[in-house]
């Protein structure tokens, strides 16, 4: 079963520009999360998507948006890039939204903000 | 305060050691407990999920909950140099948003 898959991997941009992030989450898994991990502040919950719904947002300004597909693949959106952007962006597939889901994540896409 | 407390380390042991990481929490809501396993460069793996109090044994891995102390453990018997790593101990509530503790860097020296 192939698991989470999560494109670029890598990505350079500068400030001021907007990046778009991909991730196609294990099949049949039809929740998606998103994560940020940085050295200083570690791993923080930015939104979760269930059925093309945002369920739930963490505390992070508007700058940063998502959405998700009716094939459960979801993209997050950074506009207007600042040097604290640069970070490990990580997916995370669940089957389901609610109780009892184990959270399986991507190798993550690594940004640089320059 | 954060809503997770875990030692940075790094912590350093001999290969074939018990190696004790552990978790911290304040929430009382919490339900879900959860250790992940992070290599350098990689995404978090998931090694143990647990609900409520007490204990969960899977290979070399047992994970303790204890519920009325806000205390969550992870065991690691016979250590190897393969499982130098950073583990991280995350839980939730109801919902799927996962808090995290800031990671122990493990060291498992041959």
């Known amino acids: 079963k192939a698991g989470v898959t999560q494109t670029p991997r890598y990505l350079i941009k500068t400030r001021g520009q907007q990046v778009t992030l991909s991730c196609s989450p294990i099949?049949?898994?039809?929740?998606v999360s998103w994560y940020q991990q940085t050295p200083g502040q570690g791993l923080q919950f930015l939104f979760e998507?269930?059925?093309?719904?945002?369920?739930n947002k963490g505390n992070f300004p508007g700058r940063f948006s998502g959405r998700q597909f009716s094939n459960s693949r979801s993209e997050m959106n950074v506009s207007t890039l600042e040097l604290g952007d640069s970070a490990l962006y990580l997916c995370?597939?669940?089957?389901?939204?609610?109780?009892?889901?184990?959270?399986?994540f991507g190798p993550g896409t690594r940004l640089t903000v320059l | 305060q954060k809503e997770v407390e875990q030692d940075p380390g790094p912590l350093s042991v001999p290969e074939g050691a018990i190696v004790s990481l552990n978790c911290t929490y304040s929430n009382s809501a919490f339900q879900y407990f959860m250790w992940y396993r992070q290599y350098s460069r990689k995404g978090p793996e998931l090694l143990m999920y647990t609900y409520s109090s007490g204990n969960k044994e899977d290979g070399r891995f047992t994970a303790q909950v204890d519920k009325s102390s806000k205390y969550i453990s992870l065991f690691i018997r016979d250590s190897q140099p393969s499982d130098s790593a950073t583990y991280l101990c995350?839980?939730?509530?109801?919902?799927?948003?996962?808090?995290f503790g800031a990671g122990t860097i493990l060291r498992v020296k041959s």
């Open positions: 995370a597939s669940h089957l389901l939204a609610g109780a009892g889901n184990e959270q399986f």
């Open positions: 995350a839980m939730r509530e109801e919902g799927n948003k996962l808090v």
């Open positions: 998507y269930f059925s093309e719904t945002q369920r």
């Open positions: 099949s049949g898994h039809r929740s």
